[in-house]
Nanobody
Framework: QVQLVESGGGLVQAGGSLRLSCAVS????????MGWFRQPPGKEREFVAA????????YYADSVKGRLTISKDNAKNTVALQMNSLKPEDTAVYYC???????????????????WGQGTQVTVSS
């Protein structure tokens, strides 16, 4: 059974940085696209960033471009989200997600992801 576990969330002041990590277990191959989504308080889940199976292609929501960076370590079967210049509006529960189709390119849409982590809270104070 594939499981995703996020870590690295916490409380940070505006302008600060955090690094989220997501570890994938239950499958030996890392040839799958991964994504990060977030759900702000009282709002629906939204796309943050995605990365293709090889790590060669990345996609970002306009609101995070230039501040957040997604990366993938296929040897360790992990994906990370480096978050810099954080703003109070980045406050949300952040979820890691993975496709079930190998060699996929990544997607902006949650319905393209088959596996989800439990989420990690990120709070940015002003």
């Amino acid at each position: 059974q594939v499981q995703l576990v996020e870590s690295g969330g916490g409380l940070v002041q505006a302008g600060g940085s955090l690094r989220l990590s997501c570890a994938v277990s239950g499958r030996t191959s890392s040839n799958y696209a991964m994504g990060w989504f977030r759900q702000p308080p009282g709002k629906e889940r939204e796309f943050v960033a995605a990365i293709s199976w090889s790590g060669a292609d990345t996609y970002y929501a306009d609101s995070v471009k230039g501040r957040l960076t997604i990366s993938k370590d296929n040897a360790k079967n992990t994906v990370a989200l480096q978050m810099n210049s954080l703003k109070p509006e980045d406050t949300a529960v952040y979820y890691c997600a993975s496709t079930a189709r190998p060699f996929s390119l990544g997607s902006y849409y949650p319905y393209d992801y088959n596996y989800w982590g439990q989420g990690t809270q990120v709070t940015v104070s002003s």
